[in-house]
């Protein structure tokens, strides 16, 4: 089953590979703000990072792993949303090896266990797993010969991020071509991911960067970032979700990612960012609405607010939006810029998405797995249905297998973005 439609709503930029997908930043939006962060929740300076110095620092990390000999191997990443999580990730896998996220929530006895399935060599992590990697690189099991610290913490027998950066810049000061050498098989597993799906044993995805690009291809047809836009970055970045869309996908579209402090600070970081585009799982937005809902009712201006909608709503019948100064107020609390709202993982009452939409803020949502990198059906920026997965991507096939009497069955997937297979 296609999606029947046949027509994409913007016209995409395949990629194939993650090599591609630098070079099309560097070209287009080397200038932009990629990232945007503070050390830490006290701290007020904003560090800005650019597309170019985003890149410079993926190459130079890769050249110092490359001239460490770790081609085609395996490397683990554990930790929190951070700049250096996502130069990492994308150093390793534009120098031929293998990525493998992990779930920084997971007990230790857990981490142990997919670091020694995924046959990791090299992990970088944040400090609070310093005591577990340790232990980790005795075990007799596991192949673990080099640890990392994301922190730069000075302890035996773990190495700085910063002094492994700063050796790659060395080295192509000095002539190296290890990583300018290096050729992507767009084809071959290039990202290690562990999901418990409907099994108590977590399961290894095993992912290509061409899943991965062709899904990116395929959102880009159905939804538009705009390289002016702000995405915040606080699901875990090791779930395919937000890792696709928050990260490969902003940087795609030459947008900025800014780090969020916490869950605590959400709204906080929303308005302190000017945040117009938000990924997020529906427990966050009916938490959001909530609130809304609880401020309207404090302030006594139900029906105010019931009385403004309905004119709103008629005059977009119309084609005429005053949602924005309408609902003023209310926006201003999530910042005043956010547009739109990414989702997915879960259902969400209609309530709760026609009760943004009437406010100015447009939910979309979407379908997907981690088997397929992960999007296979969304909402698009013309097409919304309240409640609905929206409409396959152009380039996936889906069907229906063993359909009960209200149509309800097991969901089989064909197309570019279907894993390669399961450790």
Known sequence: MKNGRKRKVYEPEKIDNYRELLERVETKFGKNIAYKYKKNAKEKEVIEKTYS???????????????????????????????????????????????????????????????????AEVIFFDKKYNEIMLKLKKEEEAKVNTLISMDDEKIEGIEKYSELLKNGYTLLENGSKKY????????????????????????????????????????????????????????????TFECTITFLYGMYSGATVAF?????????????????????????????????????????????????????NGLLKIHIDLRKKFFKQILNNFGGNLRVVLYGAAQMSKETIIGFNNIGIELI????????????????????????VGLVFDDLEVKIENKDEEGVGEILVKGPSVMLRIL
Request: proline share 4%.
């Open 260 to 312: 969020c402090d916490g869950l605590k600070y959400i709204q906080k970081n929303m308005q302190e960012y000017k945040v117009s585009i938000l990924v997020a799982v529906p427990l966050v937005l009916e938490t959001m609405y909530k609130k809304i809902q609880k401020g309207i009712k404090e302030q006594k201006k139900e029906k105010l607010i019931n009385r403004i909608t309905k004119i709103s």
């Open 53 to 119: 110095q985003y890149i410079s620092d993926v190459k130079a990390l890769g050249t110092s792993l490359l001239e460490l000999g770790y081609e085609g191997k395996k490397i683990a990443l554990i930790g929190n949303n951070s700049y250096k999580w996502c130069t990492t990730y994308m150093a390793t896998a534009t120098s031929n090896m293998v990525i493998v996220p992990i779930d920084k929530a997971l007990p230790d006895n857990e981490i142990e266990n997919l670091v020694i399935r995924s046959g």
């Open 365 to 388: 949502q979407g379908y997907g797995l981690t088997e397929t990198s992960p999007v296979i059906a969304a909402e698009t920026d013309k097409e919304k249905r309240p409640g609905s």
């Open 180 to 239: 300018e050498k290096i050729e992507i098989d767009n084809d071959k597993m290039s990202i290690l991911l562990f999901t418990s799906g409907t099994t108590s044993s977590p399961k290894g995805v095993m992912l290509s960067q061409k899943n991965i690009c062709s899904n990116l291809s395929d959102f880009s047809s159905w939804v538009k970032i705009y390289p002016s836009d702000t995405l915040l970055s606080f699901l875990p970045i090791h779930h």
